[in-house]
T-cell receptor
């Protein structure tokens, strides 16, 4: 099976802009979670989607949003970008029917906000 | 390569030696734990997991130990190889199989000297 695919791999934006990141989960995985990784804060949970519905949310401002499509692909959006949003954004998928919360990660999208 | 943390604890070992990476977790209600390995430029990769009703689990060259009394996890890597050089994260799942949220530790950078 192909792994989790994230596009684009790199993005450069300026403050105030918005950005959309995309994630295709492993085939058959219907749950997609997003994480932000920074040197200062480490890996932090953003949100999880399952069956096109947000199931769980981390402690991030409303500028961070996401959605999931019927084919389980997911996008996350960050509006009104701030310098502090520069980070590696990771998407992970899991098979909820497996009975385990093993999340499989993509390579991430590196966002730089100038 | 990319650095995932500027001030991570670092463990330096000689090739062929055994490595022990430690992690303290935060939530006594967490009942499922995972170790991930992250190489430069890649997303975290699943290594091994353990449920809270176990205190030890072995995989190929890796062993995870869980001490619930002191909320401590360790990852033992036998016969460490240069390819094991990476950042290692422990992650806890506070809501087993009810939510996709994983809480990650700060990570430990393992450096293997040939």
């Amino acid at each position: 099976k192909a792994g989790v695919t994230q596009t684009p791999r790199y993005l450069i934006k300026t403050r105030g802009q918005q950005v959309t990141l995309s994630c295709s989960p492993i085939s058959g995985h219907r749950s997609v979670s997003w994480y932000q990784q920074t040197p200062g804060q480490g890996l932090q949970f953003l949100f999880e989607y399952f069956s096109e519905t947000q199931r769980n949310k981390g402690n991030f401002p409303g500028r961070f949003s996401g959605r999931q499509f019927s084919n389980s692909r997911s996008e996350m959006n960050v509006s009104t970008l701030e310098l502090g949003d520069s980070a590696l954004y990771l998407c992970a998928s899991r098979d909820r029917s497996s009975g385990k919360n093993i999340q499989y990660f993509g390579a991430g999208t590196r966002l730089s906000v100038l | 390569g990319e650095s995932v943390g500027l001030h991570l604890p670092t463990l330096s070992v000689q090739e062929g030696d055994n490595s022990i990476i430690n992690c303290a977790y935060s939530n006594s209600a967490s009942d499922y734990f995972i170790w991930y390995k992250q190489e430069s430029g890649k997303g975290p990769q699943f290594i091994i997991d353990i449920r809270s009703n176990m205190d030890k689990r072995q995989g190929q060259r890796v062993t995870v130990l869980l001490n619930k009394t002191v909320k401590h996890l360790s990852l033992q890597i036998a016969a460490t190889q240069p390819g094991d050089s990476a950042v290692y994260f422990c992650a806890e799942n506070p809501l087993y199989n009810q939510g996709g949220k994983l809480i990650f530790g700060q990570g430990t950078e393992l450096s293997v000297k040939p």
